[in-house]
Every structure is written in structure tokens, then in C-alpha cells.
């Protein structure tokens, strides 16, 4: 049989020069391969699915006469390569299998053989196991071959993806919107600049033809050519038109990137200034959008919105949705390009761009241009104005060691320039960054560790161990505050490191358990700098843990850390919590694996949150000081990490949540279930006290875009239901 493989708009294929290239990216959180085959086929099928650069966590959907459904579906656990069988039968009606490959963006090899049988399908399996390794090996067995219920068939066009779903919705609400009175906006208003080099015609008349579609009086489109040498470039500046709002500047000698923009920027007119590339187009109706935006917001300083991922033939493949703005996600990823404005008299001031910063340029620009500046006047617009074509043309995708090594010298310099000493490493994806805070080993401050026990030797015994014999910190104290324990094992060992560590005291008092009364008790008789809130049921398993914590705290204004938290099975339990996930609060991207990026490979470097889990929670002693103590009466067990975190968010304080402080959270162990009785009860008051006190239902989180649910952990993309423009 021939075989037929399709991929979703989540799927991207690598080409390698020379080879038949079985190499794919997933570009989102739901990538997919339909395989289909004939009515009469080869009736083995052979699935060689592989991670190129980490773990990846495939999953099956099989047919059993009823479609492609979840409950039929086959999840297998995280691995870095597989292969797969499938009797999909001599004959049938069903005439496809579905394999997502990963659950999140990643790079991975694929392919698909269909054997008539099972001695030629061995064989093959042979020859990948001596050309690539071992394999995990996994038989979904025999398939389905008719179905049970004749589906419903789709006629006419395939419906729509996510990404274009949104995207067209957004359009439509920004086609209905009605312009505010000009006033900061009059006159010439908005410069473009584009740095052109070599540029196909088609790029160009795309760009071109989508700034003048915009149909916003007051704008510029200013192509600053770098040396061009291309004919048919050339020749296209040679067939336009004069007009007054589209010039050309024609730089004689090739300078880069970097003195081409500033060429354009010397001609440019505008209040606001915005930068794209020659192969990029502008949205419908952005322009609209963005000067209504101003409007609203005379005061701003910046702005920078979402992005439509687009292929070359500018067909929409997925989508670039944004938190709002974040300083500590910014020394980790430059997410924010692109189609970033800047107020021109600013750029002025800071010397436009600076060459010497290759494929990384823009980084260095935002980095600079940023500093100093209010968080509340820089914008982020939650609106897709800016389709990004991506076809690995880039000078940052052809030569990403520079652009890496360029980045983390504009971030050197920032921290610099407010006297901080830093050296910058890779994070968990290594092109992107992690910002080390250089300081001498005996100015680390001294930690009060906070731990509210009961009895639960299994679990006390071995985090005492791990703190004293595998955490790489010296000026830290331990506080076990024990609401009673009975266990004559459990007394032992508090007397136990008495004796041996005179850093370690248990304060035991027989009461019902209120997690933050305890907490309470040990802030009253901490003696540290800073306090580290620690549950009874984490095990540590990095030495470097409470170091990379307490590093944070170099972030100004920081005023609470958390840190990365994984079920023992390695899947995410805690990487930051939304607010307003469920009307309440909830940790986003629970039982994804530990390698997991999320959007933007947010996940893999260090991001600001309105609010970590105090399973491990460092509280600094100026934001102690100011919040006071946690809330025993209204969240006695349950959500009084996040009442504790929005009064400091509310208090201007900032909250980081760090994936390089990676634990193991064996969580509620020793407490037991809210599900029945009593604590049912109790869990209710609380969930209703935290909508009452903090109207988590319709809070905003500006850790998460709009555009997503809230309603799962995993969060979705919505169809645009609104325009949420930004207010300072």
C-alpha cells in the first residue's frame, strides 16, 4: 500500500541538505500525523518515532470503529525513541491511524513503513535498532479494521485551525472598532522601518501591500536598504512608484542589520517607531488597533503585541501569545519581539541600535531601551498584529551561535550597568539564558527553613537528610514546627539533630493542623534574613536548590520564590499558579513531563508569577515585613500560598518562579484528602473566602494571555470574544 502522512498546522518539516529529511518541529502543544492507507494494504505498520534534542511523550489514537477518540487513545511515557506496531489488518474501511508526537514544541524524527509481514516488519525493525539504538518498542496490537458507526463525513472545506480561528476572530472585532478622537496620535504618528537585503519582490510587494491596507492616515513605511546586490531587489525598487508615506533609502555599502535600521531611522518622522523584517507582514487593522491603544494610554512608553506564525506562503501555522510585561522572562527569552514601538525620541536618546550585537541586535535595542522605564507605561497588546513568516531564513536560525553568544553580552551589560555582577549560562533549552548572580561564598544570607510536621517519619527523616547532607548552602537554620507528634520514632530524630546540629530546633504543640498557624509560629521565632517555606513531603535532589532561590532575590523588587516541583512519576506538578484557573487559582501544565516547555519554552527559564505553591516557598524579609503574617482564620489548610502571594503582588512585590530549584513533590502525604466530611467542608469556606477576598473569578493574570482558558490546567486557545486593549 502507499502510505499517506499528513501533519497538522503544529507540524513543521526540517530540511537537511541532501537526504529525503524525516526530521519534523512541532510548533505548538497538539502536533499531529494522520496516517492513512488503502482499503487493501500491507496490514503491518512500523512507527519510528525519535526526540532529537530531549524526551518527547507520543500518544496514539486508536480506531476502534467509532473515530479518532480520547478514551481510545494510547499514551506512552516519556522517552527519547520508539517504535511502534500496528496490525492495521489485510482489508478494511477504517483507513487511518493517528500519532501526536509530543505533547509540547520540539524537534524529533519520523517515519512510517507498512509491512505485508511480520518476518519483513522484524527485519526492519533490526535495521533501526543497529542504525540508531535501542528503542523503546511498543504493539498497539490488532486495529479495528470497520466501523462500528459510520461517521459523520466533513464536505467542502476542512474546518479550521486554532491558531486561524483566533486570528480571524480578532480581525473581525478590530474590524468593528470604533476610533477613539485623535489627540497623542495627530499628525505623522507611527514610523515602520524595515532593514532590506536581497529580499525577494514577492516579500516585499507582501509588506508593501499590508501597511497600505492598514488605511491609517499618519504612518510611514520607511525600506532601508543594506547594499542589496540581488537583481530582481534591485529591480523592484526600480518599478515603484513615488509616494509620500513609502520611501526607500539605498545604502550604497552592506553593514548589517543593525546600521541599516539606523540608516531608515535617520529619515524617520513619527512620534512612535516600529521595526519589521523585509520577509514579515503587518495584520489587518493593527494599525487601528495600536493608535487606539495610545489613545487609551497617552503616558506609555512601549509596545509590543502577539504574533500569527505564518509558512512562506504566508498560510498561518500557529500562534506567539505573550504574558504582559516581564523583566525576569525578558533576561531569560526576548519574547517580545516582534512588532515592538518605541517612542523615537527615546531611541534618540539611547543611540538607536548598536552594531557589534549580530542576530541579537533587537535584544540588545529592548534591553536598553527598557531600563529604567515604569513596568506600568510598557504595553503589552494581547492582539495578532504581525505575521511572522518563518522559514528558517533568519540570521538568528542560520547562525544561532552567534546570536546566543551576542544576547548574552547585551544581558551582561544590562546587569552592568546596575552594578551587578552576572555571568550568563544556558537555561534548560541551551540557546536560551540563565542569568548567574556572581557573589563570595560567605555573603550568602542566612536562611530560616520552615517546615509544619506531624508525626510521618518516612517523610520528616529524609528531608532533614536531604537538607543537612544534600543542599549546598551553609547559613540556613531548620524549624520543624510540629503540631503534635506522638510517634516515639519521630521525637528521637528531632532529639537526634538537636544534638548534632544546633541550627535545628522542633517546636511541638498538640493542635488540629492549620498550615498557617504553623507557618506563623515559625516566622515568630525565626532568627534568618530570609524564610523558606518548606512542606514535610518534597525530596531534594539537586544541591544547588536553595542557592538558585535565593539568587532570585537579586531581581529587583522580588519579594517571594518558587521553585520547580515534580510528581515522582517526573511529570510537572508545579510550575507557577494562574489565578482565576477554575474561578479560583491552579497550577498550569500539572502532569506535563519534567522536559516540557510550554509556550515559548517559557518553562525553561525563569518567569515572573502572581503566585508560586508554598509547598516550597522563600519569603524575603522585607516583603515578610511588609505583608505580615498568613491568614489563620480565612485559609486555615488550603489556598493560603495564594492569599499570601496577592497581598505581596498587590503590595508591588515580585514573585519568581525558577525551573533551575528542581524538587520532588510527594504531595499531601502526610495530610490526607479534602474530598470528604469535614475538610470537604472547610475546603468549601476556604474557596469561598478567596473569591470573596481576592475576586479570583474575574482577575486577570498577567502571567498568561488572554486569549487562553481557564478552565484546565493545560490551558487552550480561545476563539477572540473581545478586544482587551491594555491600560496603564
Request: charged share 25%; aromatic share 10%; glycine share 6%.
Amino acid at each position: 500500500m502507499t502510505l499517506k502522512i499528513l501533519p497538522n498546522d503544529d507540524l513543521e518539516q526540517e530540511i537537511s541538505p541532501n537526504t529525503n529529511s524525516n526530521l519534523w518541529k512541532s510548533l505548538g502543544d497538539d502536533p499531529a500525523f494522520e496516517i492513512r492507507f488503502a482499503p487493501v494494504r500491507k496490514k503491518l505498520v512500523v512507527i519510528h518515532i525519535a526526540g532529537t534534542d530531549e524526551a518527547i511523550d507520543p500518544k496514539f489514537y486508536v480506531n476502534r470503529g467509532r473515530g479518532f477518540r480520547e478514551k481510545d487513545a494510547v499514551a506512552l511515557p516519556a522517552g527519547r525513541r520508539f517504535i511502534v506496531t500496528a496490525d492495521v489488518g489485510a482489508v478494511g474501511t477504517i483507513c487511518s491511524l493517528r500519532a501526536d508526537p509530543a505533547s509540547f514544541p520540539t524537534t524529533f524524527s519520523f517515519d512510517v513503513a507498512a509491512f505485508s509481514s511480520a518476518k519483513s516488519a522484524e527485519k526492519h525493525i533490526s535495521a533501526l535498532l543497529s542504525a540508531h539504538g535501542q528503542a523503546e518498542r511498543i504493539d498497539l496490537g490488532k486495529l479495528a479494521q470497520y466501523w462500528t458507526k459510520i461517521p459523520k463525513l466533513p464536505f467542502g472545506k476542512r474546518s479550521p485551525g486554532t491558531a486561524i480561528q483566533y486570528a480571524e476572530a480578532s480581525y473581525r472585532l478590530a474590524s468593528d472598532l470604533i476610533a477613539l478622537p485623535v489627540s497623542s496620535t495627530q499628525g505623522l504618528w507611527l514610523s515602520v522601518v524595515v532593514p532590506v537585503y536581497n529580499a525577494p519582490s514577492r516579500y516585499l510587494d507582501d509588506l508593501v501591500r499590508s501597511f497600505e491596507a492598514q488605511n491609517e492616515e499618519g504612518t510611514e513605511l520607511i525600506l532601508s536598504d543594506d547594499g542589496s546586490t540581488s537583481p530582481e531587489t534591485r529591480r523592484w525598487y526600480e518599478t515603484q512608484r513615488s509616494k509620500d508615506n513609502v520611501r526607500f533609502v539605498l545604502n550604497e555599502k552592506n553593514g548589517g542589520i543593525a546600521a541599516a535600521t539606523n540608516a531608515g531611522l535617520l529619515h524617520a518622522r513619527g512620534l512612535w517607531v516600529a521595526f519589521l523584517d523585509h520577509d514579515d507582514v503587518i495584520a489587518p487593522h493593527a494599525f487601528k488597533v495600536v493608535r487606539h491603544t495610545f489613545e487609551q494610554n497617552p503616558n506609555a512608553n512601549f509596545l509590543y503585541t502577539d504574533e500569527l506564525v505564518v509558512d512562506d506562503t504566508l498560510k498561518p501555522t500557529g500562534l506567539m501569545l505573550k504574558p504582559a510585561y516581564d523583566t525576569v522572562l525578558l533576561t531569560g527569552v526576548n519574547y517580545i519581539n516582534h512588532f515592538s514601538i518605541y517612542r523615537r525620541s527615546r531611541l534618540q536618546e539611547i543611540g538607536h541600535l548598536r552594531t557589534g550585537f549580530d542576530g541579537s541586535q533587537d535584544y540588545d535595542l529592548l534591553l536598553r531601551y527598557l531600563e529604567g522605564l515604569p513596568d506600568n507605561t510598557i504595553l503589552h497588546l494581547p492582539y495578532p498584529a504581525y505575521w511572522w513568516r518563518r522559514n528558517g531564513r533568519t540570521y538568528s536560525r542560520k547562525f544561532m551561535d552567534a546570536a546566543t553568544t551576542n544576547a548574552r553580552k547585551a544581558l551582561v551589560e544590562r546587569f552592568e550597568r546596575q552594578q551587578q555582577s552576572i555571568r550568563v549560562e544556558g537555561a534548560l533549552t541551551n540557546t536560551l539564558h540563565r542569568v548567574v548572580f556572581e557573589r563570595p561564598e560567605n555573603s550568602w544570607p542566612k536562611i530560616s527553613i520552615i517546615i509544619p510536621s506531624k508525626d510521618s517519619l518516612d517523610l520528616i527523616s529524609r528531608v532533614l537528610k536531604d537538607i543537612f547532607e544534600r543542599t549546598d548552602y551553609a547559613n540556613f537554620e531548620v524549624l520543624v514546627i510540629d503540631n503534635g507528634s506522638s510517634d516515639k520514632t519521630v521525637l528521637d530524630l528531632y532529639e537526634h539533630y538537636r544534638k548534632k546540629h544546633p541550627q535545628f530546633s522542633a517546636s511541638i504543640t498538640p493542635e488540629p493542623f492549620n498550615f498557617s498557624r504553623s507557618i506563623n509560629r515559625g516566622l515568630r521565632a525565626a532568627k534568618g534574613e530570609h524564610y523558606l517555606i518548606l512542606n514535610n513531603d518534597v525530596e531534594i535532589v539537586d544541591p544547588g536548590w536553595l542557592k538558585e532561590m535565593v539568587a532570585c532575590l537579586a531581581y529587583e523588587g522580588t519579594g517571594i520564590v518558587g521553585a520547580k516541583l515534580l510528581y515522582p512519576n517526573d511529570k510537572i506538578q508545579h510550575a507557577g499558579v494562574i489565578v482565576g484557573f477554575g474561578g479560583l487559582a491552579g497550577h498550569w501544565y500539572m502532569n506535563k513531563p519534567k522536559e516540557f516547555g510550554g509556550p515559548m519554552n517559557r518553562l525553561h527559564v525563569r518567569n515572573s508569577m502572581t503566585c508560586v505553591t508554598g509547598a516550597v516557598m522563600l519569603i524575603s524579609g522585607d516583603c515578610a515585613e511588609a505583608i505580615g503574617t498568613f491568614d489563620e482564620e480565612n485559609f486555615a489548610v488550603a489556598y493560603n500560598d495564594v492569599d499570601y502571594c496577592l497581598r505581596a503582588h498587590k503590595a508591588g512585590f515580585r514573585i519568581i518562579w525558577t525551573p533551575f530549584a528542581c524538587l520532588y513533590h510527594h504531595e499531601s502525604v502526610s495530610r490526607g484528602s479534602d474530598k470528604s466530611g469535614e475538610r470537604k467542608k472547610r475546603f468549601e469556606r476556604e474557596k469561598d473566602n478567596l473569591r470573596r477576598l481576592h475576586g479570583t473569578q474575574t482577575f486577570a493574570d498577567r502571567a498568561i494571555n488572554p486569549a487562553y482558558s481557564r478552565d484546565k490546567s493545560d490551558p487552550k486557545i480561545l476563539p477572540g470574544t473581545k478586544l482587551h486593549i491594555p491600560s496603564m
